[in-house]
């Protein structure tokens, strides 16, 4: 039997959930079900088939301490089959580098490709679909999997299954794909019961995906090619960046899938969502006795049908029904539950109107830990920063605030010029402005500070990063303050 590499497509933006997801933290890093981010699933089941030392994440450059986070969570070799994209060129080549990867590694070896953002409920059916995939996909198929659709569903691309493949028990032909449907078009085919939703899942071997993807999709094949073999040495692998933005940007199903003789597909009944909407989450999750899916502080009158989730304060209702309601400390979304294409025209909006939080979360992520900013004025702001156990922040300096650091939990070695300072619960400690300083966490608790910025200017990019532990580039500081408080950009620290 053929080696199996488990490929997992991280690159995804999760727009049609917002605010919950940001371009800063798309969906795939989200916990829906408390059951850990939706990646961290995706692995799980990818280590059903892969050894860990055999599965390759995918994902934006921007997101690489994200997914690292993720990964050494479940298993330390994960983090080593990272694969960054430079800038998102779509899932045909995000494919196409996994591929060119995994045959220099095993030039026999069968890629199972999935989406990072998708639940599975039933594990058992996925891997008999797996195993009844294998023989197709090792004698040269690609083999997609199709969901036996539930209802009429106008949010996904369906496959239309042909004959059974000869001398492949449970493999179909494919006759036909097709793009999201009207409602009307979705209810003729599902009564049909020979279409399948598409899951976004392959089954193929390396070479073959490559040879087809030459065929029909020659200038991604090439560039993908030619932006790993001109990338960077060093791990994470990072193909080279100016070669890479220049890939047509294409989805596999249209790049090779459409264009294939090759295709094949298995039907199969998985539990399967893509999560991709609050109708989805809705769906998926237990409702109580008036059919709501409730989560954080939530009071109800009259209210039906509804997903209602609270990040940071009380959200009161009464006679409303089917809405999507959710509330994060900087935006709230009020919508029809079934309507994400109206999310995605809201999205549009706020990108036109340079909306920060569409990319920003108000609570950021960095390699070291999270922050939050709890206030800001002008001439001064207030954050609460959380460093994770071992993490430290870079060494720094500001040219226009003061900082004054509060520890509310944990310890904190200080570095304040040439002295280490460590200060307990309830201690402070002042950072004069151009003073060099940084933050460190040596505890095995997460450490909690309060921190207050004070100065003629609080701004993000008023920093010079003099040295920092996870390699990222320094800053370039602000050379004069503005006359006026900048609007809040994503910090450096």
């Known amino acids: 039997m053929a080696r199996v590499f488990a490929v997992i497509l991280a690159g995804g933006s999760g727009t049609r959930l917002w605010p919950l997801s940001r371009e800063d933290f798309p969906k795939q890093f989200l916990d829906l079900t408390g059951?850990?981010?939706?990646?961290?699933?995706?692995?799980?089941?990818?280590?059903?088939?892969?050894q860990p030392s055999d599965i390759m994440v995918v994902a934006a450059k921007e997101h690489q301490h994200l997914v690292k986070s993720d990964l050494d969570a479940l298993h330390p070799e994960l983090a080593g089959g990272i694969i960054l994209e430079p800038s998102g060129r779509n899932t045909a080549a995000a494919v196409a580098l996994a591929a060119e990867l995994t045959?220099?590694?095993?030039?026999?070896?069968?890629?199972?490709v999935m989406p990072a953002d998708h639940a599975v409920e039933k594990e058992p059916a996925l891997l008999e679909a797996i195993n009844a995939a294998l023989?197709?996909?090792?004698?040269?198929?690609?083999?997609?999997?199709?969901i036996k659709p539930t209802r009429p569903e106008t949010g996904f691309g369906y496959i239309k299954q042909a004959a059974p493949l000869e001398g492949v028990a449970g493999v179909h032909q494919v006759a036909q794909f097709i793009e999201k449907p009207d409602l009307e078009v979705a209810e003729r085919m599902v009564a049909t019961r020979?279409?399948?939703?598409?899951?976004?899942?392959?089954l193929v071997r390396a070479r073959t995906f490559l040879d087809e993807l030459a065929t029909h999709s020659p200038e991604i094949a090439?560039?993908?090619?030619?932006?790993?073999?001109?990338r960077a040495p060093g791990s994470p692998v990072c193909p080279?960046?100016?070669?890479?933005?220049?890939?047509?940007?294409?989805?596999?199903?249209?790049?090779?899938?459409?264009?294939?003789?090759?295709?094949?597909?298995?039907?199969?009944?998985?539990?399967w969502s893509d999560v991709g909407t609050f109708n989805n989450m809705w769906q998926l999750a237990p409702h109580d006795m008036n059919n709501n899916v409730i989560s954080g502080a939530v009071i109800t009158d009259r209210t039906n049908g509804c997903i209602i989730q609270s990040k940071s304060r009380l959200v009161a209702t009464t006679g409303v029904k089917n809405l999507a309601i959710v509330e994060t400390p900087d935006a709230i979304l009020i919508a029809d539950r079934a309507d994400s294409e109206g999310v995605r025209r809201l999205i549009k909006t706020?990108?036109?109107?340079?909306?920060?939080?569409?990319?920003?979360?108000?609570?950021?992520?960095?390699?070291?830990?999270?922050?939050?900013?709890?206030?800001?004025?002008?001439?001064?702001?207030?954050?609460?920063?959380?460093?994770?156990p071992g993490g430290k922040l870079s060494l720094q300096l500001h040219h226009h605030r003061h900082e004054h650091w509060?520890?509310?939990?944990?310890?904190?070695?200080?570095?304040?010029g040439d002295a280490i300072i460590e200060l307990h619960e309830n201690q402070s400690v002042f950072i004069p402005v151009e003073t060099a300083h940084r933050m460190e966490n040596r505890g095995d608790e997460p450490l909690h500070i309060i921190e207050v910025q004070y100065g003629s200017y609080t701004g993000e990019d008023d920093i010079v990063r003099l040295e920092d532990t996870y390699g990222r580039a320094p800053e370039q500081p602000a050379a004069e303050a503005p006359a006026a408080q900048a609007e809040l950009v994503a910090p450096a620290e």
Request: aromatic letters at 6%.
């Open 35 to 50: 059951c850990g981010s939706l990646l961290q699933q995706t692995v799980r089941r990818a280590m059903l088939v892969a």
């Open 103 to 112: 045959e220099q590694r095993d030039g026999d070896a069968v890629m199972w």
């Open 135 to 146: 023989p197709a996909a090792e004698a040269g198929r690609i083999v997609t999997f199709g």
């Open 194 to 202: 020979q279409y399948l939703w598409n899951s976004g899942m392959l």
């Open 222 to 230: 090439l560039g993908v090619a030619e932006a790993l073999a001109t």
């Open 240 to 271: 080279a960046a100016k070669r890479y933005s220049q890939i047509p940007s294409e989805p596999f199903d249209r790049a090779v899938l459409e264009r294939s003789s090759e295709v094949a597909v298995v039907p199969c009944d998985l539990g």
């Open 350 to 388: 706020l990108k036109a109107e340079e909306r920060q939080e569409v990319s920003s979360s108000a609570k950021s992520r960095r390699p070291w830990g999270t922050f939050q900013v709890l206030h800001e004025a002008p001439g001064f702001k207030v954050k609460e920063i959380v460093v994770n």
């Open 406 to 416: 509060v520890v509310v939990k944990g310890v904190a070695h200080v570095t304040r």
